[in-house]
């Protein structure tokens, strides 16, 4: 398509337009692939991308273009790139870019602006951009000048991956895009004397923490997405073995510890196991790698770990002490921390009987779900899906149950897998996350768990899986209802089931046949099965609906503002 | 508890919606903030005046600004020698009876009055925060038609050794 416009339309001079200076800057930063939606105030940047071969992928709505920026950037490590128009392109975004400062993903986003000449009078499609997503970006810029582009794009994206990640924006005005310039010095350094992320430990607190667990008789350690961010799982799974220390993982920091290693003890917080939140209300040592003690994790903060020593390894300094009193902080980078822990003269605690009780904690307090044969268990077609794909397939989920029973049931044994939305909570996410996702891993499996009315919410980039032929495995766990909201209104509402039950739904097969892809239904298990171990590891999109059992329940679960120690629903 | 903290920033424009919105996202309580050039060229200070619940939010205050790419410095300076400072503007209702006394009141605070109306003199102070609430105090019974104050700018101390700061407004001289 680009190929008969070979010679660029560029005037006899050195000049170059702020179009082309932003394409030359995104090859400077090795940008392989752009989410983005076009638009009035875009056009320059999407001529210059017409001349231009990086790979631009459109998605149908803006939104579902930063979650799969957010996707391809939770699997690859690479920073995701989105472009969006002006007004209502921009503020499309507002959900992927908090979604992505809350889950601490790196994302460099463009977005279009109304010119300078008449920026503040309302102009069509003009909206505060910058005003806008302030809180809920990492740094945002607008160019004001085109001699200022590329320092800006380059310091875009060193902010975003460097530290701790996190979203950045540029807003670039048409005219600046259009306006004719000298051949910029593209530069390489950034001089960013307020921002200065720390990423080497100090020494004194290792060597305090490395007493500390010397010292323990009930040690345990809590691994977040940190470890991920950094590449440090190998070094945790060393600390974990030598000192032979359980883990427990965060929702997002499934994958940074093996699943089936036998000093896992699962999930912790709302719906984690048993085990792993006894293990932090009672350990004398709760070592947090990469975590951020969020709520959703703690429960009532007054019964978090009250007997702990809390080590605390982060990034971000404004993490350590923020929701729970930190003894030994640790501001560095996991991977270096741990290094620098292992090189330690580090003594094994004497936690025999800990870890003897927690296997029988273990035991008595597994998982557990209805047993009942009729209709599709969700926690066994999890399981199925585990198997299927060997437990080696990148799994997406959208938010409410199906996403708290894949946390629980998929088990994740290598990082990178497991992309789900956190921090936000954000409904809609999973399916245009998975289409990031397989296109930065074209030939791995990609399996989108989604809600029934979640998947409404993006439904509408089957479009461009049709139009690429991504292979996402579209798995719908449909129980017709708002299952999350649902299962909260039957235990703490009384079970009025207000605005949670979906009385009209699509007949999901001849909707993904609407757009060409294969569909299919199924209301049993053996059905599932067989469908399932037909398409999933084939190379064609596919969307399965599940009916699962309407009145599942997501157990065990710490009820809002208990303490860890008070789960509900801990055995049958 | 309350805390004086002051800000090196770089220069650039939203600069001041950046701070005054993580403060507003964050829920920390401003009493007031000032900002103004620096002796160098392209940084501005702040000086801000926050009310926080404990030492653990104090802390938070810090790390949260800390992290701001256009912040340079942050400090803390509530615990240190400083000199502080704060202007007003207080106009004061008067009538011929009641002028003289104002400007017996107002003297030993080095105040000066900057205008004059019939039935009312507009008077300007500097000094800290308490001399200022002391003055106003005092000329409440006279009737305060409008009040405009700066809020505090403050610099440590040259020598950090505890120089008290001179109690220059005692109306006992
Ligand atoms: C954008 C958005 N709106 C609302 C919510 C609140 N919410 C959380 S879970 C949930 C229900 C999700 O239902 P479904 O997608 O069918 O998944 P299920 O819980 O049934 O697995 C809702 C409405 C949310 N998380 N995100």
Known sequence: MNAKVKTKAKPLTQAMSGADLFIEALKKEEVEVVFGYPGGAVLPLYDALYRNPIRHILARHEQAAIHAAEGYARVSGKPGVVIATSGPGATNLVTGITDAMMDSLPLVVFTGQVATGVIGTDAFQEADVIGITMPITKHNYQVRDLKEMPRIIREAFHIATTGRPGPVLIDIPKDIATTLGEDPAFVTEVNLPGYQPNTAPNVLQVKKLADAVAQAKKPLILAGAGVIHAHASEQLLSFAEEMNIPVVNTLLGLGSFPSDHPLFLGMGGMHGTYTANMAMYEADLLINIGARFDDRLTGNLQHFAPEATVAHIDIDPAEIGKNVDTHIPIVADAKEALEKLLETDLVAPDANEWRIQLKESQKEFPLWHSEEEEGISPQRLTKMIHDITNGEAIVTTDVGQHQMWTAQYYGFNRPNRWVTSGGLGTMGFGFPAAIGAQIAHPEDTVVAIAGDAGFQMTLQELGLVAELNLPVKIIIYNNQALGMVRQWQEAFYEERYSQSLIPCQPDFVKLAQAYGIKGYSVTTEEEAESVLNETLNSREPVLIDCRIKPKEKVCPMIAPGKGLHEMIGVKP | ?173
């Open chain 2, 1 to 173: 508890m309350k805390r004086t903290v002051t800000v090196t920033v770089l220069n650039q424009s939203g600069v001041l919606n950046r701070i005054t919105g993580l403060f507003t996202k964050r829920q920390f309580n401003i009493e007031s903030i000032t900002v103004g050039p620096t002796e160098t060229e392209g940084i501005s200070k702040m000086t801000v005046i926050v009310h926080v619940e404990d030492e653990r939010v104090a802390e938070q205050v810090l790390k949260q600004l800390n992290k701001q790419v256009d912040v340079l410095k942050v400090t803390d300076i509530t615990d240190q020698a400083v000199v502080s400072r704060e202007l007003a503007l207080i106009k004061v209702l008067t009538t011929p009876q009641t002028r003289a006394e104002i400007n017996v009141i107002i003297e030993p605070f080095r105040a000066t009055i900057i205008d004059v109306a019939r039935d009312s003199v507009t008077i300007q102070v500097v000094g800290n925060f308490e001399k200022i609430e002391a003055m106003i105090e005092l000329l409440r019974p006279y009737g305060i038609k409008e009040l405009s104050r700066t809020g505090q700018t403050a610099l440590t101390r040259g020598s950090q050794k505890q120089v008290t700061d001179l109690k220059q407004y005692s109306i006992l001289k």
